[in-house]
């Protein structure tokens, strides 16, 4: 019904800036909730920031201060700004969201973020 697709990743310095996209595409009404999640090397895949369409977004404490998350609805679009990067932050990062009572994810686009 939906699909998500990411854009933006690469590779970056320690305190560099990046922002990713995510467009999603199909038959649908409207996004109940958009997310970034990230999967670091060796490690499970975790909550980055959501933004439920009748809420305000939270993040995770890791990433407080520092990630904005935004939604343009007219485009279908969630962004992910990411500032004062760390080589901790280096992961693949997907795009979630809730459409009625689907669940999509993208196929991921990956950060490096270099010491």
């Known amino acids: 019904q939906v699909q998500l697709v990411e854009s933006g990743g690469g590779l970056v310095q320690a305190g560099g800036s990046l922002r990713l996209s995510c467009a999603a595409s199909?038959?649908?009404?409207?996004?109940?909730?958009m997310a970034w999640y990230r999967r670091a090397p060796g490690k499970q895949r975790d909550l980055v920031a959501r933004?439920?369409?009748?809420?305000?977004?939270t993040y995770a404490d890791s990433v407080k201060g520092r990630f904005t998350i935004s939604r343009d609805n007219a485009k279908n679009t969630v962004y992910l700004q990411m500032n004062s990067l760390k080589p901790e932050d280096t992961a693949v990062y997907y795009c979630?969201?809730?459409?009625?009572?689907?669940?999509?994810w993208g196929p991921g686009t990956q950060v490096t973020v270099s010491s």
């Open positions: 979630y969201a809730i459409v009625g009572f689907f669940r999509s």
């Open positions: 199909g038959s649908f009404n409207g996004i109940n909730l």
């Open positions: 933004f439920p369409t009748r809420g305000t977004p």
